[in-house]
């Protein structure tokens, strides 16, 4: 019996220190893991280029890297005097995503920057790549899987989050259906949160009855451009879900997100929502890559009217620092 329970005991200890060895929670950025506790103030969904020549001519050749550092870096420059730490870059493959571009002015900037992996559904599937419609859900997961183990198209580079997205009316297409099925089985494969470019309400149930069909719980989700659900009684319902409820497009209304952030603050959903601008970026194609909208509105316009709407500094903090550390840390969620 003795024998018995020291065997135990130690079994415990060893089981127990394994899996405190393998939760140690991890973000990834284009530099490599890190520690969510490091990414400090961070702007959750943002652009430095999108392309939206669509994915039969999308690729490198459609820009030069050194005009989109000129455009883009004095932007990234004014979010970091006003305390920005980490960018997440939310541009997807085939609409322009660059790893090598974001590792340039990640190092230019001294941001941390974040990249993804995962397919584009939205605009009648403009964006997506002719494989998309042909291969299985367990063949496209196959290839997010391996840029999140292997780094993006050989430059080492890892996504640290799954980016998809899908139409707004529902039901969802059946190719829209198969990105979020690829993308739950990419999350229990790898741990990456998926961020999935939705608005409206419905449709994002409906990607989180399908996560959930597939095993993974909807606190992986994150329901991308929530301000564009006017009835705001679905916020309590994505919070009930365990949902990360995104309000990513200040620098397109500033009023409208301070309406819905007053909304989640009466009713104690704050602790689940991600604000950002949707802000960016350059567009090939444009003259000298067109309107570059600056990262700097929550800091200037929006906080103010937070501060003069009883929002305390621990509020703002939930917002920027805390909710992206626990949004975007590695971490497989199973359904029950
Ligand atoms: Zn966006």
Redesign the pocket.
């Known amino acids: 019996m003795r024998i018995y329970s020291l065997l135990s005991i130690t079994a415990l200890g060893v089981l127990s220190y394994c899996s405190q060895a393998t939760q140690q929670p991890e973000v990834i950025s284009v530099n490599g893991k890190m520690s969510p506790t490091e990414m400090g103030t961070t702007l959750i969904?943002e652009?430095i280029l999108v392309d939206f020549i669509g994915a039969d001519s999308v690729g490198y050749h459609r820009w030069n890297r050194d005009s989109v550092i000129a455009q883009a870096l004095p932007f990234l420059m004014d979010a970091k005097e006003r305390g920005v730490n980490t960018f997440i870059d939310?541009t997807p493959a085939y609409l322009g995503r660059d790893p090598w571009l974001l590792k340039e002015l990640s190092e230019l900037s001294g941001l941390t920057i974040m990249t993804n992996t995962g397919y584009y559904g939205a605009v009648d599937s403009k964006y997506l790549p002719e494989h998309a419609f042909t291969e299985t859900v367990e063949r496209l997961a196959a290839r997010w899987i391996a840029e999140f183990q292997n780094g993006i198209e050989g430059s080492g580079i890892r996504p640290g989050f799954i980016k998809i997205s899908v139409n707004s009316s529902v039901p969802l297409s059946s190719v829209d259906q198969k990105l979020v099925r690829a993308a739950a089985l990419t999350h229990l494969a790898t741990g990456m949160s998926i961020a999935s470019?939705t608005g409206p309400a419905l449709p994002a149930l409906e990607e989180m009855a399908l996560l959930k069909a597939e095993g993974v719980d909807p606190s992986a989700f994150i329901w991308v451009h929530a301000q564009n659900e006017n009835d705001f009684s679905y916020y309590n319902k994505a919070y009930d879900l365990g949902a990360w409820i995104s309000l990513d497009g200040v620098v397109w209304n500033v009023e409208g997100h301070l309406d819905r952030l007053i909304y989640c603050k009466k009713n104690g959903l704050l602790n689940k929502v991600l604000i950002s601008h949707?802000a960016g970026w350059y567009s090939p194609g444009e003259l000298n890559g067109g309107d570059f909208k600056a990262f700097t509105a929550i800091f200037d316009e929006l906080i103010p009217l937070l501060k003069q709407n009883d929002f305390s500094e621990k509020d703002i903090d939930q917002l920027l620092r805390i909710n992206p550390a626990r949004a975007f840390a590695i971490n497989v969620k199973t359904a029950n």
């Open positions: 969904h652009h939310c470019h949707d």
